[in-house]
């Protein structure tokens, strides 16, 4: 029972670049969020969804996109990386809005 | 605008007093509240919850006190023991909105 599983761990990008972090749930929870974590800002909510075919806007979504195809995955996409989203991201789920979210173990990005 | 917050970016406590850590929001819409905690190159891990029509939870050496008419809440922890030495997040469950987190170190 893995939980929630992100993938890659570690990623540098050139500005300009696009790639996709991947997250993974074998909780069968529909609720799900990807967050980002800068030093004095805490966790900011990028993108979260409510179910599969369900998405919606966070605190900070300009530059990514996401999608829900299935219950399990949750795939955060920049598009045109830029060093301001140099940062570590967070994927999270949760059964509903009155349970712990379970995150992963985090993917550490640099954009130079 | 930060709907919750946490004023104390750090706090340090001797090994087996009493930790406190504050936290406030603005949002009355906020009806479940959440401390995690989260250790160096790891994931945040959920601590304790409590809903808004309770006025404290407990669950071991961890205490959280909701004060809905002054819209805060605080984590008591005590005894404080080394590994308590994280940083600890609050939270409020609409889309689960977390606050700045306060780093705690407990001296031996």
């Known amino acids: 029972n893995a939980g929630v599983t992100q993938t890659p761990k570690f990623q540098v990008l050139k500005t300009g670049q696009s790639m996709t972090l991947q997250c993974a749930q074998d909780m069968n929870h529909e609720y799900m969020s990807w967050y980002r974590q800068d030093p004095g800002m805490g966790l900011r909510l990028i993108h979260y969804s409510v179910g599969a075919g369900i998405t919606d806007q966070g605190e900070v979504p300009n530059g990514y996109n996401v999608s829900r195809s299935t219950t399990e995955d949750f795939p955060l996409r920049l598009l045109s990386a830029a060093p301001s989203q140099t940062s570590v991201y967070f994927c999270a789920t949760t059964r509903d809005e009155y349970t712990e979210a379970f995150f992963g173990q985090g993917t550490r990005l640099t954009v130079v | 605008d930060q709907q919750v917050k946490q004023n104390s970016p750090s706090l340090s406590v001797q090994e087996g007093r009493i930790s406190i850590l504050n936290c406030d929001y603005t949002n009355s819409m906020f009806d479940y509240f959440l401390w995690y905690k989260k250790y160096p190159a790891e994931g945040p891990t959920f601590l304790i919850s409590?809903?808004?029509?309770?006025d404290k939870n407990e669950d071991g050496r961890f205490t959280v006190f909701l004060n809905k008419s002054a819209k805060h809440l605080s984590l008591h922890i005590v005894p404080s023991q080394p590994g308590d030495s994280a940083v600890y997040f609050c939270a409020a469950n609409e889309k689960l909105t977390f606050g700045t987190g306060t780093r705690l170190t407990i001296i031996p």
């Open positions: 409590i809903s808004s029509i309770k």
